[in-house]
């Protein structure tokens, strides 16, 4: 006789407006381009910072940084489709990413928007993020709140937002950015799923030989996958940025130029 040990357990209603959400954008027509980006010298940059002043540089921010700088340079990267004839093509980058906040004892990642990322520098973008990990998780207790609708009027909001670029802009950001590295060690790429027309994900960073100036040495690279909506973004604009936003990074664009002055909460 076969004994069956398991456990029921609820199924979190904050988990609800993600699978609202990927059901509506699993009808968008996404391409992915997954790239190596050589991290070594703003990495250093980082820890040697740390070092000396005991401030820990937030990576991501520094990624975001350089994201709302190439994209700043080609608007149409952040361009959303209205009917069959327009396209609405916004000045701000306004950037989501998830911010891992505590609640209830337990780590939940919860959404922020970063508004008017290409207006502001690494430094700001850095200190408003470690606000906003301390900050009360306001966008939790909504996404609490929007799990116990029923699930037809979940997808109708996501279906409502996806066909308005302006509401769109004013809920979810126009610009996706989710880091899956942060949360294991070595090499690897995330495929996800979005309805944004750009979403860049960050993978994980492991040591790999590189050539520089003619050599063989060891470097740190990041695992990036950058992925575009294939109906408003073509292969050699995306082509283009893709190398725009690597240059950037690898050069620690806004990073490596730029004078600190540590922040008593930002260790």
């Given at each position: 006789?076969i004994?069956n040990?398991?456990e029921v357990?609820s199924f979190?209603?904050?988990?609800?407006?993600?699978?609202?959400?990927l059901?509506?954008a699993?009808?968008?027509?996404i391409?992915h381009?997954?790239i190596d980006v050589?991290v070594?010298?703003?990495?250093?940059?980082?820890?040697?910072?740390?070092?000396?002043?005991?401030?820990?540089?937030?990576?991501?921010a520094f990624?975001?940084s350089?994201l709302?700088q190439?994209?700043?340079?080609?608007?149409h990267?952040?361009?959303?489709r209205?009917?069959r004839n327009r396209?609405?093509v916004?000045?701000?980058v306004d950037?989501?990413?998830?911010?891992e906040r505590?609640?209830?004892?337990q780590r939940?990642g919860?959404?922020y928007l970063?508004?008017?990322a290409?207006?502001?520098?690494?430094?700001q973008?850095h200190?408003?993020?470690?606000?906003a990990?301390v900050?009360?998780?306001g966008?939790?207790?909504?996404m609490?709140?929007?799990g116990?609708?029923?699930?037809f009027i979940g997808?109708?909001?996501?279906?409502?937002?996806?066909?308005?670029p302006h509401l769109?802009k004013?809920?979810?950001?126009t610009v996706?950015?989710?880091?899956?590295g942060m949360f294991?060690?070595?090499?690897?790429w995330?495929?996800?799923?979005t309805?944004?027309t750009?979403l860049?994900?960050l993978?994980?960073?492991a040591?790999?030989?590189?050539?520089v100036?003619?050599q063989?040495?060891?470097?740190?690279?990041?695992s990036?996958?950058?992925?575009?909506?294939?109906d408003?973004?073509?292969?050699a604009?995306?082509a283009?940025f893709?190398?725009r936003l690597k240059?950037?990074?690898?050069?620690?664009a806004g990073?490596?130029?730029?004078?600190?002055v540590?922040?008593p909460?930002a260790?």
């Amino acid at each position: 006789m076969i004994k069956n040990n398991y456990e029921v357990v609820s199924f979190p209603k904050s988990r609800q407006p993600i699978v609202d959400y990927l059901a509506i954008a699993h009808s968008k027509h996404i391409v992915h381009a997954l790239i190596d980006v050589d991290v070594t010298s703003p990495r250093r940059f980082i820890q040697e910072h740390k070092a000396k002043t005991g401030e820990s540089l937030s990576f991501t921010a520094f990624i975001i940084s350089c994201l709302a700088q190439a994209i700043d340079e080609n608007k149409h990267l952040h361009a959303y489709r209205v009917g069959r004839n327009r396209l609405i093509v916004f000045d701000e980058v306004d950037i989501s990413t998830p911010i891992e906040r505590e609640v209830n004892g337990q780590r939940i990642g919860t959404p922020y928007l970063i508004r008017s990322a290409n207006k502001k520098s690494f430094p700001q973008i850095h200190r408003e993020i470690r606000t906003a990990q301390v900050e009360e998780a306001g966008a939790y207790k909504r996404m609490d709140w929007y799990g116990r609708l029923p699930n037809f009027i979940g997808r109708l909001f996501w279906r409502i937002l996806g066909q308005n670029p302006h509401l769109r802009k004013r809920y979810s950001g126009t610009v996706g950015v989710t880091a899956v590295g942060m949360f294991g060690t070595g090499a690897g790429w995330g495929i996800p799923t979005t309805d944004y027309t750009l979403l860049v994900t960050l993978g994980g960073i492991a040591e790999k030989p590189g050539v520089v100036e003619g050599q063989i040495v060891i470097r740190e690279y990041l695992s990036l996958t950058v992925s575009v909506d294939h109906d408003i973004i073509d292969g050699a604009p995306a082509a283009r940025f893709v190398q725009r936003l690597k240059e950037l990074v690898e050069n620690g664009a806004g990073l490596i130029d730029q004078e600190f002055v540590s922040a008593p909460n930002a260790a």
